[in-house]
């Protein structure tokens, strides 16, 4: 493994390059301790390697035991430190004093209690950089790595059955990560590395990230995230792994009202909505998952096929007929494509099962196996010399445990695919209790082996869509927009008129024809210069909404309806400007818009992760139907036009039902230089609502017919003035 840090960070991979390890705290028959020394020794380090430090005892568990870390014959390479919250900055200074680079610490009392707890981790943090330690926690159950020889890991009993692949993890939950090793390991499912960052002190999800993406032993990155203190390094660390072809599997947990609840409450994080998270997850390539079955099952797909066949066609194969119809409900239910066969390849399927257009995919091979087994083998190689199939998923007979004979028949089955060209993988209805030896033999032949139909189809769904969403992922994108830490929310100020009007024009939005008016004579003369019909708003400083208000007039015909109208738009203004902090109002009168599709563009600033931009078709859509995609700023046109078409709406801006299409080209450029615009480093603005945003005919591009801002109102200097 190599390094993706910043140059003056701690190295995160340091603590993966173990030699020798020194567990400060080891006390006989305690559970961490017992734990973590038995686990060193099970992967590859000698007793010797593994010193213990109290200094009450001489010996525990068959290691030597040392009254310090100066004590110690030699400096160890890794510092695991068990003791409590009160001690763990004796044990630091002694680690930094000794030269050592890496420590693990297991110690609780941090930041997820509290502000006196959250101080606490800020120094242990600062002396932990300033001594060129990678930290790891605190209140971590630690790390494994089977092929570096390493498992620092207090969380029980590390399972035997744990072997090197090509799998890492990061996760910010312990107790998912306690789990999620034990079904590696019953299912065979090769790890590179497993970490469990804790709370994050020194060492953070993103910097495991951005090593994981940087090592050649790791293709398949699985995330488990509750939130972030570094939005900016997490999305970037998340690019950098898609651009160096890792399959990025996240499971995004605390996303409801409840769950961020409780993601604040245990492990001191400040939390973000699901479908915030799901925003930048689709820009950075990352597929995203629904819970721990979905994470599992897509894990142990991507580990199991190249990533040709990721990308590839698919065929499923069964010895059912009633499991093909489900198959096939289940496959349109998820959106998951079955490749069409060739031509070619159906005459070859109709005249092996002796039927007329026979459903090809799902393949329905009955008994043939036994009955015809010419048959049987035949239909097999047809489906996988295919050149639309990449994968062929069988789900063939399983027993509790598997015969010498059902180990042959699947040796034979997965050589015959693979020898006319596809991958193979196995299924199974329902998840079951079986015999370990089933993963044994899978593992042996180097075919993921998936425990359900649904958990299967999902899996192959969720590798599908990540392949479409190419498209939502802009390579070089900086993320500029993305807070490089989370701070607490400025207070903000609504602009102008004036200054709404400005920042329209400097962001390039085409906007209809507007002037503004303190009096109703004011307006009746501006209006001079102006085409009928018109609309007259009221404008209240602060007030966003206008049309509950009943600040709307249209269709204005000529110059007394004009008066008449703005009269009474002044009329209801008076009660509105007497509440308190509201400034001298005014009104807005426009040009009416040709016809167009009401659309939405708005931005709000968001606790996590700042800027976020969201836009979709106005009216029911957005009121009944909410009809709306989010995006991290800045994204490009290619970008824009990608994620209109994820609307349920784009078949009206399409042109649906006999209507002409709308400018979506006009419409995603707008898009474009809006998010670029707010998404410049200097930028104040923190949120802004464009609504209506009129489509018109392809072509005729777009105009905006209303718009409401808001900015950072700037701290106060020393002299006490707001810069």
Known sequence: MTSSTTTGQPDPMALFDVSSVAVVGASPGRHYSTSVLANLRQFGLSTEQVMAVNPKYDEIDGHACFASIADLPAPPSLVVSLVGVDRVDAVLAD??????????????????????????????????????????????????????????????????????????????????????LNQVANRKIGLAAAVSVGNEAVMD??????????????????????????????????LHAYASDKTVVVLSIGKSERGMKNVSSHAGRMATSGRVWSALFRQVGALLVDDLTDFMETIALSAGLSAEARGGGLALATISGGDC?????????????????????????????????????????????????DVFWASLAALAADPNIATVALRLNLALAPTVQHEEMYKQVVEHIRTNGAECVFMSRVTETSSDRWFDLFAELGTPFLTSYDGALKAFANLQHMQ??????????????????????????????????????????????????????EAVSAAGALRFP????????????????????????????????????????????????????????????????????????????????????GGIFLELLHDVVYAVPPVTSA??????????????????????????????DVIARVSAAVAEPESTIRSFDLNPVLVMAAGNGVVGVD?????????????????
Do not use: C
């Open 205 to 238: 999800l993103a910097d495991f990230i951005g090593a994981f993406a940087d090592d050649p032993d790791t293709d398949v990155l699985g995330i488990v995230l509750e939130s972030t203190t570094r939005p900016r390094a997490l999305a970037q660390a998340l």
């Open 534 to 617: 018109l609309a007259a708003k009221g404008i209240v400083p602060g007030v966003a909404h206008k049309s509950e208000l009943k600040l709307v007039e249209l269709g204005i015909a000529d110059a007394a309806d004009l008066e008449g109208r703005v009269e009474a738009l002044f009329g209801r203004m008076a009660d509105i400007a007497t509440q308190p902090g509201s400034g001298p109002v005014s009104v807005e009168i426009q040009e009416m818009a040709a016809d167009g599709a009401e659309f939405f563009l708005g931005m709000h600033s968001d606790p996590i992760l700042g800027r976020i931009m969201s836009f979709g078709l």
């Open 468 to 521: 479409q969403g190419a498209r939502f992922v802009n390579a070089d994108g900086g993320f500029t927009a993305l807070p490089e830490s989370v701070a607490e929310m400025p207070e903000t100020a609504a602009l102008s008129w004036r200054e709404t009007m400005d920042w329209v024009e400097q962001t390039r939005v085409p906007f209809t024809r507007t002037v503004q008016a303190m009096s109703t004579a």
């Open 95 to 180: 680690t930094i004093n000794a030269g050592v680079k890496a420590m693990l610490v297991i110690a609780d009392g941090y930041s997820e209690m509290g502000a006196e707890g959250t101080a606490r981790q800020a120094a242990l943090a600062e002396k932990a950089a300033r001594g060129g330690v990678a930290l790891l926690g605190p209140n971590s159950l630690g790390y494994v790595a089977p092929s570096r020889h390493v498992a620092a890991w207090v969380g029980g009993k590390v399972p035997s059955r744990l072997t090197p692949g090509r799998v890492s993890l990061a996760f910010q939950s312990s107790g998912m990560l306690n789990l999620v």
């Open 639 to 668: 970008q824009a036009t990608a994620l209109l078409q994820t609307l349920r709406g784009w078949d009206l801006l399409q042109g649906a039902r006999g209507q002409e299409p709308h400018d979506v080209a006009a419409l995603a």
């Open 325 to 373: 119809g489900l198959l096939s409900d289940m496959a349109e239910n998820l959106d998951l494509e079955l490749s069409e066969v060739t031509p070619e390849t159906q005459a070859i399927l109709d005249e092996q099962l002796s039927r007329t257009n026979i459903l090809a995919n799902p393949l329905d091979v009955r008994n043939t196996r036994t009955s015809a087994p």
């Open 707 to 723: 718009a409401y801002v808001e900015r950072t109102i700037a701290p106060p200097t020393s002299e006490g003035v707001r810069e």
